[in-house]
């Protein structure tokens, strides 16, 4: 499989059509891969609720577009917050295990490289945090 523009803007395309205003597209062989592969095409406009995954840390790498990763402490407050936008030299985010994040996405195409330790682990209730109570916080 050749990864390029066309593959990216077809996944852009089906991002803006889906409700959530994302599309995954996978890399890995299966949800039971040991290793969780797959690019992720990102509108403005997404709600990513804010998220941890305790038993993996995770990488994000932009492979295009423009966004704002925040990590948080177990109070919703944010500790760090990194713009990666290819055009200055930040590529991306290594986010340890257990901790809280999230993502502002600034760009229309933006499209990430996430690779997570396998199986695939739906997020539990107690894997976010909950910043209004009176909002669905968007999975």
Excluded: C
């Amino acid at each position: 499989m050749l990864i390029n523009e066309t593959l990216f803007d077809e996944l852009t395309a089906k991002a803006k059509e889906s409700p959530r205003l994302r599309m995954n597209f996978n890399l890995h062989d299966s949800l039971d891969a040991k290793a969780q592969r797959l690019f992720n095409a990102l509108e403005p406009g997404t709600v990513m609720p804010v998220h941890r995954h305790m038993a993996s840390s995770e990488t994000q790498v932009l492979m295009r577009g423009s966004m704002k990763v925040m990590f948080y402490d177990d109070k919703g407050q944010i500790t760090e917050e990194y713009m990666l936008d290819n055009s200055t030299g930040n590529y991306g985010v290594q986010i340890p295990a257990g901790v809280w994040h999230s993502l502002e996405v600034l760009q229309t195409g933006t499209i990430i490289l996430e690779i997570k330790d396998g199986p695939y682990r739906p997020l539990q209730e107690n894997d976010i945090l909950m910043l209004n109570p009176h909002t669905d916080n968007g999975i």
